[in-house]
């Protein structure tokens, strides 16, 4: 396999040459000045080989990078190694315990574990550090509603701003499970009719 060290990766044209390289097989190591940019990119698009590559290399220059240790989670949980996950999360909330962003990503971790009671403990710590964090509000409806509290689910959908379709689509679940069909019917139609040419979001 080809190899590549790309510097300045972080800018837009760094960045550019990193997709393209990846997409012709090249493995990347990246030099973006410490900046993580660039491997949150990769790792949206699928890149995980050269993402590790960057958020390793960034550890090693600043092991107290707790925007780096959170990174290393999420790909890892994206690849289902929990117990890697876990452990570069808990390494985030040793250097930063009130960390907004670890404990939200805490909580989808545990999600993906299905230990629901464990995301809804992390998803409240967010909360009570962050009232308004509409991650945590949309995140913590959605583990309410999967386990039958769709009154409480409710209530934190309402609080999800701005309030998007995803999150308005499950707001209507939770009120038709909490048995307000008129309310539930009023935001269907009101999607569908701002969603006309999407089937998805029809009742």
Known sequence: MKRALVT????????????????DGCHIYVHANGNLQQAE?????GH????????????????SS?????????????????SAAAAAFQKALQLA???VKTHNNLGNLYVAQNRSDL?????????????????AHYNLGVVLLTHHSPA??????????PLDTATRFN?????????????????????????????????
């Open 66 to 82: 707790v925007e780096a240790w959170n990174l290393l989670g999420i790909l890892k949980t994206g690849e289902q190694d929990f």
């Open 152 to 161: 409480a689910a409710v209530a934190q959908f309402k609080l999800v701003h």
């Open 97 to 99: 315990p009130r960390s």
């Open 171 to 203: 707001l209507v679940r939770a009120l038709l499970q909490s048995k307000r069909a008129d309310d539930a019917l009023q935001l269907a139609q009101s999607l569908s009719a701002e969603n006309s040419g999407n089937v998805q979001v029809h009742f």
């Open 8 to 23: 300045g990766a972080s800018g837009a044209l760094g960045a550019a040459i990193c997709r393209r390289l990846a997409a």
């Open 41 to 45: 990119a990769l790792l949206q698009q």
């Open 119 to 135: 995301a809804e403990k992390e998803f409240r710590t967010t909360l009570s550090l962050d009232p308004t964090n509409r991650d």
């Open 48 to 63: 995980r080989p050269e993402a590790l590559d960057a958020i390793q290399g960034e550890l090693r220059r600043n092991p």
